[in-house]
């Protein structure tokens, strides 16, 4: 049996340090988080997530970004870039053309390697050193090994990432690289790198810095943190929705734990909750299926495509975590197809806001929600948009229009204008 809730007022098991533990969403066992190495539960091998004998309301937050939050974190401080602080941008065109009360972009590209992973990594390496390991590793479909390599380079550890070959965008690989990753590329997808980061984790290899880490995920919650506070500050309420992009589920659980633990804190009513609403390609919708059909978990899609590579993932390993907080916000998941996703990363760099596909997954499958009438024209909806628009160059220029030749001189650039 699941059980997702949080008690108002927690009293700390034996097993926790410093007010932090770990508990089995599925058994409840409470597990100690720091003594040694475990990513899912001991007993029942079902997921984790950190658990704390205090949740704090907004008052107790202080700084930016990321750290901000420490009050809601497993630690005061930890390897920094900075991240998080990232823009809620307006977005007036696309507003009006959806037909929405109010649209905002929260655009997580502007993080410091490009995507809301390095809200993860700022957590998960800080747990890294207090468990005192040397080597760090995850499989990506590119922006993980991305954040994992600026990260663990910054904290002095070796970092090992496995890749899908050819399925990973060009600037991810770049920046993996050169942070100094040893970057491994595997003749599988995304599924089989982790299942088999997993098992080099399990023999002790090297600790797993994948969204199955439920540290990750702490990190990660401060997205909705941020959303919710400048949301509250300037709009005095919350968001009626925010739309996000789905490939492992991560954000999606983390998402639905910040709302919960702002339940616990007596900062948010029941109905305050921003209704969690789902988005995959149509090629890579796992979690689409398991809503529509009612499922408690996914079933393993072992072929998927999509355009959107940061989100062409068979297996939601957070599914668990994130159906549940779908289904208990009154939030839905939709599938978008590749041409409706190109088309959406074109209407917000319209706004000026440059993504990378599987971003603008949220817009595509907001606008289809829209149409359909899912979506009330009298929403506040906030899109998260994952990555920038630079990670993938190559989708970026195919999407955009071709520099055109002209011969050297101003008469002939003129000539050429007024064609
Ligand atoms: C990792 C990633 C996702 C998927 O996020 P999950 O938390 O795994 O669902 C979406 N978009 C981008 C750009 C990503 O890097
Ligand atoms: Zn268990």
């Known amino acids: ?37 475990i990513y899912t539960c001991t007993e029942c091998g079902s997921l984790l997530e950190a658990r704390y004998d205090h949740y704090p309301t907004f008052d107790e937050f202080t700084g930016r970004g990321v750290w901000r939050y420490r009050a809601a974190l497993p630690f005061e401080e930890g390897v920094s870039l900075p991240e998080g602080a990232t823009p809620l941008h ?33 957590v998960g390496v800080r747990v890294a050193q207090e468990l005192g390991v040397d080597r760090l590793a995850c ?13 663990g380079t910054r904290a002095g550890l070796e970092t090992l990432v496995l890749l899908p070959a050819g399925k990973v965008a060009a600037g991810k690989i770049a920046q993996a690289s050169l942070h100094g990753a040893r970057i491994l590329e595997v003749d599988g997808n995304f599924d089989d790198c982790l299942d088999i980061v997993q098992e080099l984790a ?4 090297a600790y797993l810095l994948n969204s199955l880490n439920p540290f990750r995920l702490e990190g990660q919650k401060t997205i909705g943190l941020e959303i919710l506070e400048e949301f509250r500050d300037d709009e005095g309420r919350f968001p009626d929705r925010i739309v996000l992009p789905v490939g492992n589920a991560g954000n999606t659980a983390a998402l639905y734990k910040c709302f919960r633990e702002l339940l616990a804190a007596g900062e948010l009513a029941d109905s305050d909750v921003p209704k969690l609403t789902g988005v995959q390609a149509e090629g890579a919708a796992p979690m689409v299926e398991a809503i529509e059909t009612g499922a408690e978990n996914t079933e393993r899609w072992s072929d998927v495509e999509t355009i959107a590579t940061a989100i062409r993932i068979g297996n939601p390993v957070n599914a668990p975590k994130a159906l549940p907080g779908i289904r208990q916000t009154g939030g839905t998941a939709v599938s978008v197809s590749d041409a409706a996703i190109t088309d959406a990363q074109r209407a917000l760099a319209g706004e000026g806001i440059g993504v990378e596909p599987a971003s603008a997954a949220s817009v595509a499958g907001l606008r289809a929600l829209r149409e359909r009438g899912v979506v009330g024209a009298d929403e506040d ?39």
């Not at 499989?139 to 990260?151: I, P």
């Not at 220029?397 to 050297?408: L, T, W, Y």
């Open 202 to 205: 399990d023999r002790g290899e």
């Open 1 to 37: 049996m699941t059980d997702l809730s949080l008690p108002e007022e927690p009293t700390a098991p034996d097993v926790a340090d410093g007010g932090v533990w770990l508990r089995c969403i599925d058994c409840g066992h409470e597990h100690a988080p720091f003594e040694e190495i």
């Open 139 to 151: 499989a990506s479909t590119g922006n993980t090994s991305a954040a994992l390599a600026a990260y």
């Open 90 to 122: 307006e977005a007036p065109r696309l507003r009006e053309e959806i037909d929405l009360r109010s649209l905002r972009i929260k655009h997580e590209g502007m993080n410091p390697t490009g995507s809301f992973k390095d809200r993860g990594m700022t």
């Open 381 to 419: 909806v906030v899109c998260l948009t994952t990555g920038h628009l630079l990670k993938d160059p190559d989708a970026a220029a195919a999407a955009g229009s071709a520099p055109e030749s002209v011969a050297n001189g101003t008469d002939a650039v003129l000539s050429h204008l007024h064609d």
